[in-house]
Nanobody, 121 residues
Framework: QVQLVESGGGLVQAGGSLRLSCAASGRIFSINDMGWYRQAPGKQRELVAAISTRGNTNYADSVKGRFTISRDNAKNTVYLQMNSLKPEDTAVYYC???????????????WGQGTPVTVSS
């Protein structure tokens, strides 16, 4: 009933930039927090950045000053601008959203399918 579709991943050289997008669609009444997570091979999924409805943000220490999260509430879309990329940023990046579904109680923890980011040295 709710879908999150990511785009923008790919292969980039160290020091380069990428911009990820994630659009939510379906039976959406509203969206609370949105965020980006990543999972590198052999590692656990970790929070990269999150943003509230009002625009309050928080970042993992490893990406502070390099990544910027933003959202367009009218489009139900969240973005992740990634600059000064490092090989250790290589991972599959997942979009996450806390969705209030139309005609339901509570919230739905929705996830995208993931988009791979590879940073070469």
């Amino acid at each position: 009933q709710v879908q999150l579709v990511e785009s923008g991943g790919g292969l980039v050289q160290a020091g380069g930039s990428l911009r990820l997008s994630c659009a939510a669609s379906g039976r959406i009444f509203s969206i609370n927090d949105m965020g980006w997570y990543r999972q590198a091979p052999g590692k656990q999924r970790e929070l990269v950045a999150a943003i509230s409805t009002r625009g309050n943000t928080n970042y993992a220490d490893s990406v502070k000053g390099r990544f910027t999260i933003s959202r367009d509430n009218a489009k139900n879309t969240v973005y992740l601008q990634m600059n000064s990329l490092k090989p250790e940023d290589t991972a599959v990046y997942y979009c996450n959203a806390e969705v209030v579904v139309v005609h339901s109680f509570g919230t739905l923890d929705a996830w995208g399918q993931g988009t791979p980011v590879t940073v070469s040295s």
